[in-house]
């Protein structure tokens, strides 16, 4: 089981973007899914939520300016991101509560990390 994430990159402030995690491999069910991001010299925190339902919940700093969303049909998640800050600028990491097929519990998997750079 993997997780990919993709689509960071430079962006201007005022800008937006569009993450994207895929969870890959012998999945059986995908619980909870999100992000986490970490600025430069700062620990990870946990950015956005959405439980398998389609519930969803997000850290005060991105509310309203960031939507989380995902398929469940395709094992993905995305998180739209608008109106970016500089202080927006860190890696993001995807994170999933996964049952591999193989298992007879639920993990959490992490996603590589995508950088994403908000500056003029």
């Known amino acids: 089981v993997q997780l990919q994430a993709c689509g960071g990159g430079l962006v201007q402030p005022g800008g937006s973007l569009r993450l994207s995690c895929a969870a890959s491999?012998?999945?059986?069910?995908?619980?909870?899914m999100g992000w986490y991001r970490q600025g430069p010299g700062k620990e990870r925190e946990w950015v956005a939520s959405?439980?398998?339902?389609?519930?969803?919940n997000y850290a005060d700093s991105v509310k309203g300016r960031f939507t989380i969303s995902r398929d469940n049909a395709k094992n993905t998640v995305d998180l739209q991101m608008n109106t970016l800050k500089p202080e927006d600028t860190a890696v993001y990491y995807c994170?999933?509560?996964?049952?591999?097929?193989?298992?007879?519990?639920?993990?959490?998997?992490w996603g590589q990390g995508t950088l994403v750079t908000v500056s003029s």
């Open positions: 994170d999933a509560v996964i049952r591999p097929r193989w298992a007879s519990t639920f993990r959490s998997y």
């Open positions: 491999g012998s999945i059986s069910t995908i619980n909870g």
């Open positions: 959405i439980t398998s339902d389609g519930s969803t």
